[in-house]
């Protein structure tokens, strides 16, 4: 197969730089599993943006660069609000249809926000955007979609990409291409407690990482404070917004515990409230309360999480929502450029993989779809088709193994392994000299296992891709020594 442009991944990143592609060339969308099944389709709070007269650019910038602790690049913050408000413009003209009142945008508020800037739809946003692009996609002559089909590695030759080996139908296909975009989403999956969809694996840090791609800040991974307390995987989320909307955190003895921690309350980043949640729950159990705001309000302000938590036996209009923190954004990965160009010639990252800069040390609430969507808008400008010949390229032997094999079983308690390993010693207390002394070694035993597998399948170098990754993230980790944002060392 061969095509201008070869996108991996079907979150908004994906979804949006196809549409944008489709306009100068013929592009392939490949997902692993189906459309639908991205962590933009999980994301239930919205899009931050400068959209009211009492927001301002300034305000917005000063408190993305506040969340992440300073560490953010700062022209690529002011890049991305900068652009705010016509990405959400290009959203409704696709026929996103965010809550009104009177005509109006709805707005809401999150940790770490000065201002009610977040457009919304109920409780379900990023499911309602994702099946808009899905149906634009879709009906997009010059896009062709392959759903189920996973890329084990880019083609690489002389630091130039042109294209990538997949599995599809259970074979190993080539599909050559101009340009090579990876928008795979986090890495949520190599922890135990995630948020993240099962296809979180973090297999575009890996796949970028054997290709010679340049990486940065990979220790700075974002827990969740408030995930449903319940023995599920993923974890489900209990959005911000709830928060935002006015829950109070509660702990064992029923005490709101947030007040003498920081102004914001409740509403103080992430990266912080994940910590006093984490020191509560020593002690016992912690909760969102948000009773007073009474059964009316909340079934229509959050139908999907009223919904979902009634089927657990709770009730958000008369009981407290028990919670933990769980591994939820990834504030590293792929070094780009404000265009989504690495260091590898042809090869484009954008998303969740993707470092930008804009989140520093710690993600600000909502930027996530907005940076998605900002940055895979831009990369119009550099696209281009290209004359190569790809017939002289040599292509390796890959090796296919039976789905059903020991090696796939084997498989599946090392990711458990990983799984455990990352948030033991990587998690959202970490101590650097367990990390180099026990939690490296660890996954370097597993990695030598994985190598003694000749061949491979999608389970094989799925986890073989989580245990690259949980290595870069554990050495990024060890390498920094003192606590910044979400990177909290004792």
Request: charged letters at 25%; one cysteine or more; a positive charge.
């Amino acid at each position: 197969m061969q095509t201008n442009f070869l996108i991996i991944g079907s979150g908004i990143a994906g979804l949006n730089f196809a549409l944008n592609a489709s306009k100068k060339g013929k592009a392939i969308l490949i997902t692993k599993k189906n459309l639908i099944n991205s962590s933009t389709n999980l994301a239930q709070g919205g899009i931050a943006a400068v959209l009211s007269q009492t927001d301002s650019a300034k305000k917005h910038i000063e408190d993305t660069m506040k969340a992440g602790d300073f560490h953010n690049k700062k022209a690529a913050v002011e890049f991305m609000v900068k652009n705010s408000k016509k990405a959400v413009e290009n959203l409704i003209k696709l026929g996103v249809n965010f809550e009104r009142e009177n005509g109006k945008l709805m707005l809401t508020r999150e940790g770490g926000h000065s201002e009610k800037r977040i457009a919304y739809i109920g409780d379900h946003t990023g499911e309602e955007i994702e099946k808009t692009l899905i149906e634009k996609v879709k009906a997009n002559k010059n896009i062709k979609i392959y759903e189920n089909t996973f890329c084990l590695d880019l083609i690489i030759k002389g630091k130039k990409c042109f294209g990538a080996y997949v599995i599809k139908n259970n074979k190993i296909e080539n599909i050559f291409a101009d340009q090579t975009i990876l928008a795979t989403g986090g890495l949520g999956q190599i922890y135990s407690n995630t948020t993240n969809p099962e296809i979180a694996t973090g297999d575009g840090i890996a796949i970028a990482h054997r290709a010679g791609a340049k990486l940065k800040d990979l220790e700075f991974i974002q827990f969740h404070p408030s995930a449903f307390d319940k023995n599920i995987s993923p974890k489900f989320l209990i959005s911000e917004t709830v928060r935002g909307e006015g829950a109070y955190l509660l702990n064992s003895k029923k005490e709101r515990f947030m007040e003498n921690k920081h102004p914001l309350k409740e509403l103080a980043p992430r990266s912080i409230v994940a910590r006093e949640i984490f020191a509560q729950l020593k002690k016992g159990k912690v909760y969102l309360d948000i009773r007073h705001k009474g059964k009316e309000y909340l079934q229509k302000r959050f139908p999907q999480i009223y919904k979902k938590l009634l089927e657990y036996g709770i009730d958000m209009a008369k009981d407290l929502i028990p919670i933990i923190p769980a591994a939820h954004y990834s504030c590293g990965g792929i070094t780009t450029d404000l265009s989504g160009k690495t260091n590898i010639k042809n090869l484009f990252a954008f998303g969740e993989c993707s470092y930008t800069g804009v989140h520093g040390a710690n993600r600000l609430a909502s930027n996530s779809l907005l940076e998605g969507l900002v940055f895979s808008s831009q990369i119009i400008k550099n696209l281009k088709k290209s004359k190569e010949d790809f017939s002289k390229i040599k292509i390796k032997k890959i090796n296919m193994i039976d789905e059903n094999s020991k090696q796939t079983l084997m498989c599946k308690k090392l990711k458990k392994e990983i799984q455990n390993i990352m948030w033991e010693y990587c998690g959202i207390i970490r101590d650097r000299k367990k990390i180099q002394s026990i939690a490296i070694p660890a996954i370097k035993k597993i990695i030598q296992t994985l190598a003694q597998t000749k061949g491979t399948n999608t389970a094989i170098t799925e986890t073989k891709n989580m245990a690259q990754t949980a290595i870069l993230v554990l050495t990024s980790a060890y390498k920094r020594k003192k606590s910044l944002g979400c990177h909290y060392v004792i």
